[in-house]
């Protein structure tokens, strides 16, 4: 069932048209269906459009389902499209061997850590590489992206799309937007080295975009009118305690790794902003700065993702999908009863309280 729609969804304020807002989706599995709430929450929304979205690994799938879903049925088009997709994940899911425990179940937990398909596969996976587990490179999400979007058609989508894969040539981010997009780009970039071969596209390979930007932020600061960027994130920024075993070094390494290019971006956003402040100059006198100026950010985020082990991105039952998807739509809720009047006026969330860095 999808989420209640609750009685504080704003109206347009006043006789003004919608807010543009731009998306930026990260990475993160099965934890996408968190990013799939709030996006439910933001289209239940008459006072809020989208703009462009920038989206990495799960957060260019629900980017590129819900330009599709969109512009074949506007906002009610792009919900029935995300649930189709998440369905159809869910479903092909419930053929892999790779589930919970019995014993898991009954406690609620939604790790996979328990499973013996689970221990084998992650076992498995640091000895032989994808190309010799998987030498026909069989993937099961190609099939159920090629059913759930029409590529062809997202090149005339209302919706700006740009998503990321890292070039494993060079290292380097790619942006690919609505003309370049296909099933093998959104694959690309969500193709985990360990667990698939590299997508190559125009002759060069390509693994998962959250090595180079997870998501990058500059194509939408760059190329949409839209002001405000809501941030959602699924990865943990920070996590209390220190690893000691094997899995949570692993675990947490992954976290910092899948961060650490977003945090770069942000602080280079943060330092642009800070030289304009103290420049004592307009924006417009400035040409690296009139993209940067009036940038609004806001984060979504819950403190749940914390709770979560890295096994259960791996985990799509429906139940947990659908508790992931209630509580993207509760955290987004959340966001407009405590910063719905920021939007289009200031950021609500602090670049230099997240990055721990005071710029002197």
């Not at 459009?49 to 990495?56: K, R, V």
Request: proline fraction near 6%; aromatic fraction near 6%; charge should be negative.
């Amino acid at each position: 069932m999808p989420p209640k729609s609750s009685s504080s969804i704003q109206t347009p304020r006043s006789d003004e048209a919608p807010l543009p807002i731009d998306l930026a989706l990260q990475g993160g599995g099965a934890h996408g269906a968190f990013t799939w709430g709030v996006i439910e929450r933001i289209l239940d929304d008459p006072s809020l459009t989208i703009s462009s979205i920038t989206g990495t690994s799960a957060g260019a799938m629900n980017a590129v389902v819900l330009g599709h879903g969109y512009t074949s049925g506007g906002r009610d088009g792009a919900k029935a499209a995300l649930e189709a997709f998440w369905r159809r994940v869910s479903d092909a899911a419930r053929m892999s061997p790779i589930q919970r425990t019995p014993f898991d179940v009954v406690t609620g937990n939604w790790s996979l850590d328990n499973s013996p398909a689970y221990v084998l596969f992650d076992l498995v996976s640091r000895l032989f590489s994808p190309y010799e587990i998987n030498p026909a490179n069989i993937n099961p999400l190609r099939d159920i992206l090629e059913e759930s979007v029409d590529f062809d058609a997202l090149k005339r989508a209302p919706i700006k799309l740009f998503i990321n894969a890292t070039n494993v040539r060079t290292g380097l981010p790619r942006v690919f937007r609505n003309e370049d997009l296909s099933a093998d780009v959104v694959l690309a970039s969500a193709c985990l080295p360990l667990m698939h071969q590299a997508i190559e596209i125009d002759g060069d390979p390509y693994w998962d975009g959250g090595f180079s930007g997870n998501p990058l932020l500059t194509p939408v600061v760059r190329e949409s009118s839209a002001r405000d960027i809501l941030l959602v994130q699924v990865n943990p920024i920070e996590r209390a305690g220190v690893p000691k075993t094997a899995r949570e070094i692993l675990n947490r390494m992954n976290e910092i790794s899948f961060n650490s290019s977003l945090k770069k971006e942000l602080r280079a956003i943060a330092v642009f902003q800070r030289m304009l402040s103290e420049s004592g100059r307009a924006p417009e006198e400035l040409a690296w700065a009139k993209d940067w100026a009036g940038m609004r950010l806001h984060r979504i985020t819950t403190p749940r993702m914390v709770e979560l082990g890295a096994s259960s991105k791996l985990n799509a039952e429906w139940q947990f999908l659908c508790m992931l998807r209630e509580e993207g739509h509760a955290s987004m809720e959340q966001f407009m009863s405590e910063h719905g009047d920021d939007l289009g006026t200031r950021a609500s969330f602090i670049i230099e309280d997240l990055l721990d860095t005071i710029l002197a």
